[in-house]
């Protein structure tokens, strides 16, 4: 097929303290609509590596393809956007950083959400050097600042399979900013407890992005909320088919 004619490929990057699994009822709504998808791990071990291994995902895909990132993933897209086949990106209660902009600057603007101070610092072997600081949300906190509309006994689950992310990835600069130069989208969560709102929708706006805001949408949007985040994720594809 040629590229004018060929169905972007979505990525899906998870975000810190989940895993791609996360996606699970937006992976089951795009392939409803035969929207090829594929949901990679995220290292979750540094802003520059992850963003190298998503563009390296991405580069191999054969066709455009559509960045999706939920939460840290959104800065991981910024970054990896950049790479050729790349033609448009959707955040979903994202960062979205600035290229020379790390996420503590970022988030640093507005007011810090609950999740700041309910971090549990855990240490990670590094070889030929010392350990290095992952955090995970409290598991007593969990439900309530990433998942609030989602039923507990899935809250529960989900706290238990943190992926810790490490805690440099906050002081790390974004080396690119690749809503410069593509499309981008982006789903603000209204009721936010891990990333404020406010930074969701500042860096929604400082790229242009085509904007939709969900109310009382927890960080876990994509579990709570997943047809309404694919029928965004769709509008990005049809966009740049």
């Known amino acids: 097929m040629s590229g004018s004619t060929a169905t972007p490929t979505v990525v899906l990057v998870h975000g810190a303290f989940a895993d791609a699994t996360s996606w699970s009822g937006v992976i089951a709504e795009l392939q409803r609509h035969d929207i090829p998808v594929i949901a990679p791990p995220n290292p979750l071990r540094g802003l520059a590596s992850d963003a190298a291994y998503v563009a390296s995902v991405a580069a191999q895909i054969d066709g455009p393809?559509?960045?999706?990132?939920?939460?840290?993933?959104?800065a991981l897209i910024t970054v990896a956007g950049a790479t050729e086949n790349v033609v448009g990106l959707v955040y979903v209660a994202a960062y979205v950083p600035d290229e020379g902009e790390s996420l503590g600057e970022l988030q640093g603007r507005y007011p810090l959400s609950p999740l700041v101070s309910n971090l549990k610092e855990w240490t990670y072997p590094?070889?030929?050097?010392?350990?290095?600081?992952?955090?995970?949300?409290?598991?007593?906190?969990?439900?309530?600042?990433?998942?609030?509309?989602?039923p507990a006994e899935v809250t529960e689950v989900l706290a238990v399979a943190q992926r810790p992310l490490a805690a440099s990835v906050f002081?790390?600069?974004?080396?690119?900013?690749?809503?410069?130069t593509k499309p981008s989208w982006a789903l603000v969560a209204g009721a936010d407890e891990a990333i404020n709102p406010e930074v969701e929708r500042f860096g929604a706006e400082r790229a242009k992005a085509n904007?939709?805001?969900?109310?009382?949408?927890?960080?876990?949007?994509?579990?709570?909320?997943?047809?309404?985040?694919?029928?965004l994720i769709r509008e990005a594809v049809r966009a740049t088919a």
């Not at 393809?65 to 959104?74: C, P, R």
């Not at 002081?171 to 410069?180: D, Q």
């Not at 009382?216 to 029928?231: F, I, K, T, W, Y």
């Open 65 to 74: 393809v559509v960045l999706v990132g939920h939460s840290y993933g959104g």
């Open 126 to 150: 590094v070889e030929g050097g010392d350990p290095a600081v992952e955090v995970t949300i409290a598991a007593d906190a969990f439900p309530a600042i990433f998942a609030a509309d989602v």
């Open 171 to 180: 002081e790390e600069k974004a080396t690119a900013a690749a809503w410069r």
């Open 211 to 231: 904007v939709v805001e969900l109310d009382g949408a927890s960080h876990a949007v994509a579990v709570s909320r997943p047809a309404e985040v694919a029928h």
